[in-house]
């Protein structure tokens, strides 16, 4: 085939303990999973069904470098997240198939431009811009479920500088792995490659410009991140 123009290069995770590359496809996010953050961003988490949102798949940053502070906000928020990595698709996933389903996990961040959300929300109009720009997917190595399993309790927790800043625990999802992947499967067919964010626990805030982030969930591994100076759009 010959292309246009260059095309684009696939986006890729590494893998712990390997020289294999994961290739990623979609980028989906679940929003307000964990009740305490439901409630620090003023929602009830006992009325919400999981509803989801995306980042293009180039969003993604592998663990261990430094990305520049996003253009257009004043108030980059830090959400510390498990993350599913699919090597098998489907629609309409049973939850008892649904980890059948789940290759690996990882560590990431679903940084937010959560002044540029706040605009949307109030408008009432879509959350890309404030959820899906440029390095807004920062992600560990994956492990792989056949090594690690399929973590459903363990502390997920973010440091800033060395102080922690978000401390959970992956048990206090309000809608888990499997239940997530069964129900996101009935409005999209799921395929391999895709990742899915499950949602960060309470505790999200405000980085600045020379922040270094690091994010570990208990068995899954570790994410660091440092954050540059801003740049000009
Ligand atoms: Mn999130």
Redesign the pocket.
Known sequence: MEFAIDPPIPSTLAVRDSAQRFPVRRIY???R?YAAHAREMGHDPQREPPFFFSKPADAIVESGTAIPFPVATQDLHH?V?LVVALGRGGADITVAAALSHVWGYGVGL?L?RRDLQAVAKKLGRPWDLA?GFDHSAPCSALAPASVIGHPQHGTIALTINGETRQHGDLGDQIWGVAETIAILSTLVTLEPGDLI?T??PDGVGAIHPGDHLVGTIDGVGSLDVTIGTATAA
């Open positions: 996010c679940v929003g999973n959400e997240e679903d937010t959820k964010f949602g960060t």
